[in-house]
């Protein structure tokens, strides 16, 4: 079989309609449909059914996707590892994800301890750590530093998880509010502000933080990202619940204060099981200490 037709199937599957994925490829609607014809023809099993909105997987067509995915993914990674060796030496660039708050502060603390090590090719991409997590099992990055945060992180026997400690979250303000510079403070005393959210695991951790301490949070405004999000706290709109890593790169008209009892999240990085980058483990070995330096105060 050839791989260009189970990417045509995996492109289907993953846009649900084969006009969208001839589209996508470049190809003909029916040219589209013969190669699934074909597919499913030497298989011997539906693998697409027809509904009112496109198409979806049969489920035969579930079980050969999830094969079909790994199979192509492998033969993705076969043609860059090849790539990658240029006269018998390797030359991909380090290609590093990590959420937001952290791509704003300890990653780029830890590539610069890598950097002066000696010369690094590398990339960075934020993202929230679901679709980090998966772009590393694609290939795409080989490293990742992503939170446990709800939802939460997947276990994958693919991916190698490294634990680098425990942040707790923090409340940021506008420099001047009532209770700027006052220490730990309980979030009953805040329990008639308005909040301001960017994403779906810092508003659940706000709620659930809230709960316990037997009052809600009115999360009246929601922020595009991090940096919407602190410009509506600089403005005086809003006060907001913010990674406390994040602290050492917050903008002047801000400031932070800490909580009674704060919410938590994990830190952890994420590389592939197979073919790592041969910078990933020094890399990783940065990370620790950035993050280790972050948590005792030292920046």
């Known amino acids: 079989m050839e791989l260009t037709v189970w990417r045509t199937f995996v492109t289907v599957c993953r846009l649900g ?3 969208a994925a001839a589209a996508e490829l470049h190809h003909t609607q029916s040219a589209v449909s013969r190669q699934i014809a074909g597919l499913e023809q030497q298989l011997g099993v539906a693998l697409v059914e027809r509904h009112a909105r496109g ?4 489920p035969a067509g579930e079980v050969f996707h999830r094969h079909a995915l790994a199979v192509l993914n492998e033969a993705d990674r076969a043609v860059r590892a090849a790539r990658d060796m240029r006269d ?3 030359d991909r660039p380090l290609a590093v994800g990590a959420t937001p708050s952290l791509a704003a502060g300890i990653v780029p603390e ?8 000696g010369a690094v090719r590398w990339s960075l991409l934020p993202g929230l750590s679901t679709p980090l997590h998966h772009r590393v099992i694609a290939g795409d990055l080989d490293v990742a530093v992503v939170t446990d945060a709800p939802p939460g992180l ?3 026997p ?3 998880r490294r634990f680098l400690g425990l942040d707790d979250m923090v409340v940021v303000l506008p420099v001047g509010h009532p209770q700027a510079g006052r220490g730990p403070v309980h979030m009953r005393a805040l329990a008639d502000q308005i909040w301001v959210e960017d994403n779906d695991g810092s508003a659940a951790l706000l709620r659930q933080h809230a709960a316990r301490a037997g009052v809600s949070a009115r999360i009246d405004l929601t922020a595009a990202d991090l940096l919407g999000k602190l410009a509506l706290v600089a403005t005086g709109h809003a006060i907001a619940l913010i990674p406390g890593v994040l602290t050492c790169a917050l903008r002047a008209d801000v400031t932070t204060v800490a909580l009674v009892d704060p919410p938590t999240r994990g830190i952890y990085t994420l590389t592939p099981r197979r073919d790592p980058h041969p910078c990933a483990a020094p890399l990783l070995d ?3 200490t950035a993050f280790a330096s972050v948590a005792r105060g030292d920046r």
């Open 110 to 117: 830890a590539i610069r301890g890598l950097l002066e090590a």
């Open 88 to 90: 018998g030496v390797f």
């Open 17 to 19: 309609s084969l006009s």
């Open 154 to 156: 997947p276990q994958d």
């Open 55 to 58: 198409v979806r997987p049969t």
């Open 158 to 160: 693919r991916v190698e």
């Open 286 to 288: 940065q990370l620790a």
